[in-house]
């Protein structure tokens, strides 16, 4: 599980998409959403379902199915119109399902469960780059390695869709220049 960079997604794709589109609001939703799996450690704690099952570690929370609930959850509380919800929900539950994808590309721990309500088999992602294998769950080794695996590749796609951004506008409202010899003459008909 990646420890501390669980809200960085969330924060990335606010910004990807543009601050005054999402709103510190939603994107403060988004980065607990984005945390929000990791609750499934209660009902471990309290030793109702340890790893293997739906409700254990990385099973029902860490699923598109409850990525899609809360951000269905969500769209109630982003206001009216209906644009408007279907963006947070959208929103929302691309922050929520970060979680699970993160968690899959770290190269020690168990499967996610993410074709839950379908499916109850936990599913390992095939490319698993994120090296953690003997890093301790909390410290410094940690945090340099999801700096480096996680925190540098959003900080960058971040920066790159707001370059792509400012460049769309631009071309959009380029106004068009009249050439030189054009200026000051008038047409005449024959």
């Known amino acids: 599980m990646a420890t501390y960079l669980h809200f960085a997604p969330a924060i990335a794709l606010a910004v990807a998409i543009g601050p005054r589109t999402?709103?510190?609001?939603?994107?403060?939703?988004?980065?607990?959403?984005?945390?929000?799996?990791?609750?499934?450690?209660?009902?471990?704690?309290?030793?109702?379902?340890?790893?293997?099952?739906?409700?254990?570690?990385?099973?029902?929370?860490?699923?598109?199915?409850?990525?899609?609930?809360?951000?269905?959850?969500?769209?109630?509380?982003?206001?009216?119109?209906?644009?408007?919800?279907?963006?947070?929900?959208?929103?929302?539950?691309?922050?929520?399902?970060?979680?699970?994808?993160?968690?899959?590309l770290l190269d020690r721990g168990i499967c996610n469960a993410w074709l839950w309500p379908f499916e109850e088999a936990r599913i390992c992602l095939d490319w698993r780059p994120v090296p953690m294998l003997g890093v301790p769950l909390f410290g410094m080794e940690r945090l340099r390695r999801e700096l480096i695996w996680i925190g540098i590749p959003l900080v960058v796609s971040s920066l790159t869709a707001v370059w792509l951004r400012w460049g769309w506008?631009?071309?959009?409202?380029?106004?068009?220049?009249?050439?030189?010899?054009?200026k000051g003459r008038t047409c005449t008909s024959n």
């Open 169 to 182: 506008r631009r071309l959009r409202t380029a106004v068009p220049t009249i050439p030189a010899r054009a």
């Open 22 to 104: 999402v709103g510190w609001r939603l994107t403060l939703a988004g980065a607990v959403f984005a945390v929000l799996p990791d609750a499934d450690f209660a009902l471990v704690t309290l030793g109702i379902d340890r790893y293997s099952g739906p409700y254990g570690h990385r099973g029902f929370t860490h699923s598109l199915g409850f990525a899609l609930a809360l951000g269905a959850f969500g769209a109630l509380w982003a206001g009216p119109g209906r644009g408007r919800r279907l963006g947070a929900a959208a929103f929302l539950a691309l922050c929520t399902l970060s979680h699970p994808v993160l968690d899959g």
